[in-house]
DNA sequence: AATGAATGAGGGTTCATTCAT
DNA sequence: TATGAATGAACCCTCATTCAT
């Protein structure tokens, strides 16, 4: 019989509970008051069971936050031919906008990771999850873009290099503030937040038509 | 006799120079690694000593939260009426920027606090650094903008109230997005920081003059 | 059938196996660092089959040890009546250093044993390990003595028991030093270690002719 | 007035007391069962008290350590010039071994440490306190060898660095056996062993004379 | 005002061992 | 027979904080 895959899922599926309650508990205190006791406890199991799952704190941490990068895929959509590229633009724009706002206990999460990881000692070249979130949208932009720019679409003095930068850097710092708001907060906002995101998104596309200058 | 007076002035001297470790400690460790003991080492104090200063460690990180908010004003201008408003608006932006990129360090400080706070228990409707830091611009931005709307120069669209939201929520996202880059990489990457502001800049009069709708 | 014998011969195997590993452990980090949990993963067992074949961790110890005092027997030679018995006692004496330095882990691990145990309550009266092994030697040595002194071959003052517990205090002292040699030391020293068994050798001889006395 | 020298010495004092205790504890319980909170029961103290003391239990092991070798000087006599280097060798050996059976205590420690630490990394190149100890010894024999060497009171062939290796060698390994005997053997044992200190003394004096050679 | 001494509380981790299957 | 799961006990260590001087 298949008693070790069997065990194996089992495994599994224990492993993911703990890495719920993790998430619940570091959402709920926030990274520097996450620790294995109180998890242990919240769970009602012994800290030395945990122990058999993950090797210490900081690796349910690192689990924790690799689950997030898996799941918390960027929406991609695939890049049709016929499509015009900024339309595509704002439709990534839009999905990816959606995708934030629904999951944004991950996103807090991945920005609470960033913020905790900032003063750590790290392999330098090392990125944060929201990098590594980010980079994996830059291939898709690139090509959106420059098909964008090959279609006399964009205004010939944008750099496709400079514009996806800055169009990375605000998203990242806005899609941060959504995930760092209070919990309370972010709900009492959250129409002005979803207005603003549509306002972003006409500016990014003002943008690249424009080149940001007047007309 | 003044010896009350310069007692008092001594103590006040005594606990900048401690909020002043506190604050190099904070900026290379984290809040989280931040403690009493390591604190006093530092300053060559005994910890008791510390505590006749500041009631407890919650105390210390407070106060040095309100002395950067005294300290790091927003650079307000007076309001000359007979200046452009939209001029008044980019210069307004420059001075702010070079501010915060000249004083990064504080502004990294308030950007760790809030992630700090974030989960501890405070006070309903009150609201993180940032935010305060944000408000006192308010009423300038919005004389101004209301000025620039007498003036016809803004579309007419657009309602200065959401235009001062919008414009407020994208500088805090960026402001703290460079306050929470890690020192390296502020290091390499500050030329294109200060290039993608002008941008934002670009982005902001586009949207003030069209509402942001595509012409 | 003989199903019951073949069962018990496997079990005897995988006792040696894993008293084989237990020995690689304790070479290695020392008694102390040796631990059950561990001793498993090495042999990619669970813990709980080592509780089967073993009642708890220092009962493995001490089949370790006894295991090693039955395969480390002295060497002992038979007492051929018409050798000299000084020749004898020197072939023997070489046989025995050669057989420690061959055998030189074994030596090391009783060394171990000896300390660890030394602290530990354990029945009055009961001897250490290299105690043991010397009094295998005992026997043998004393009717080599006599015969030495019955034919004169001995310094008359010289009481045979005396010369026995002297020359095995010794003996065991310096096998005991070259068990507990770190091993980098030892492979440095081995030439050294082995000139002074010659000079103990010759040492012996002297003490046995002379009495210790100068002549 | 001297405040901070006062309280310096009551530390030392403290940390003398705590080391005495750890003494203690580790001659009843060897290395492996040494610890800290053991030993602050023993002290009727906090853990963290001891802590304030010594970095953490390795630091109170080498404390211990270097206590013991400071203490433990060899008892290095003068080398008066007139007098004969063979008497001058039995003597210096007589003090030396008084000494060892009268502080046995810190001769077993050294033993201990010297197994416990046999196992643990450390700098390649450094010895254990033993050799540490032997090593003290060397200049001073040395001397004295060579002295009597060109008295023509040493036996021709004898190298005086061989001599004073397998001397040593030979007292190190003696000594440890000492330190390493059980306290109750060894009370029983004590005369026996004074007398085998004699015979190794002879012999010392023999194997030089003749240079191990029968005659 | 300043400090040395001391500690309770609590988090991190390891180990030996038992239980149920 | 073998093993995954689970845990109590105990050790290591750090931190905030109080007390007496």
Same mark, same amino acid.
């Given at each position: 019989?298949?008693?070790?895959?069997?065990?194996?899922?089992?495994? =599994?599926?224990?492993? #993911?509970?703990?890495?719920?309650?993790?998430?619940?508990?570091?959402?709920?205190?926030?990274?520097?008051?996450? #620790?294995?006791?109180?998890?242990?406890?919240?769970?009602?199991?012994?800290?030395?069971?945990?122990?058999?799952?993950?090797? #210490?704190? /900081?690796?349910?941490? *690192? !689990?924790?936050?690799?689950?997030?990068?898996?799941?918390?895929?960027?929406?991609?959509?695939?890049?049709?031919?016929?499509?015009?590229?900024?339309?595509?633009?704002?439709?990534?724009?839009?999905?990816?906008?959606?995708?934030?706002? @629904?999951?944004?206990?991950?996103?807090?999460? *991945?920005?609470?990771? /960033?913020?905790?990881?900032?003063? @750590?000692?790290?392999?330098?070249?090392?990125?944060?999850?929201?990098?590594?979130? !980010?980079?994996?949208?830059?291939?898709?932009? /690139? =090509?959106?873009?420059?098909?964008?720019?090959?279609?006399?679409?964009?205004?010939?003095?944008?750099?496709?290099?400079?514009?996806?930068?800055?169009?990375?850097?605000? #998203?990242? !710092?806005?899609?941060?503030?959504?995930?760092?708001?209070?919990?309370?907060?972010?709900?009492? /906002?959250? @129409?002005?937040? @979803?207005? =603003?995101?549509?306002?972003?998104?006409?500016?990014?596309?003002?943008? *690249?038509?424009?080149?940001?200058?007047?007309?």
């Amino acid at each position: 019989m298949d008693k070790a895959a069997y065990f194996e899922q089992l495994r =599994q599926k224990r492993r #993911n509970d703990i890495l719920d309650a993790a998430q619940d508990m570091i959402l709920q205190q926030g990274m520097d008051d996450f #620790n294995i006791q109180q998890l242990a406890r919240k769970l009602d199991l012994s800290t030395v069971t945990l122990y058999k799952y993950f090797k #210490n704190s /900081e690796d349910i941490a *690192l !689990a924790l936050q690799e689950r997030i990068l898996e799941t918390q895929k960027p929406p991609l959509p695939k890049l049709v031919s016929d499509c015009n590229p900024l339309t595509l633009f704002s439709d990534f724009h839009r999905v990816l906008y959606r995708d934030v706002l @629904k999951n944004r206990e991950r996103v807090t999460l *991945l920005a609470l990771f /960033e913020t905790y990881l900032r003063n @750590k000692p790290h392999p330098t070249g090392e990125r944060s999850a929201f990098w590594t979130y !980010a980079s994996q949208i830059r291939h898709f932009m /690139e =090509q959106l873009l420059e098909k964008a720019q090959s279609q006399g679409l964009i205004f010939g003095s944008v750099s496709t290099d400079d514009a996806f930068d800055f169009i990375m850097s605000l #998203n990242v !710092a806005f899609i941060r503030q959504i995930g760092l708001m209070e919990d309370e907060c972010f709900k009492l /906002e959250e @129409k002005t937040i @979803k207005r =603003q995101i549509e306002q972003l998104l006409d500016l990014f596309l003002l943008y *690249l038509k424009t080149g940001g200058t007047t007309p």
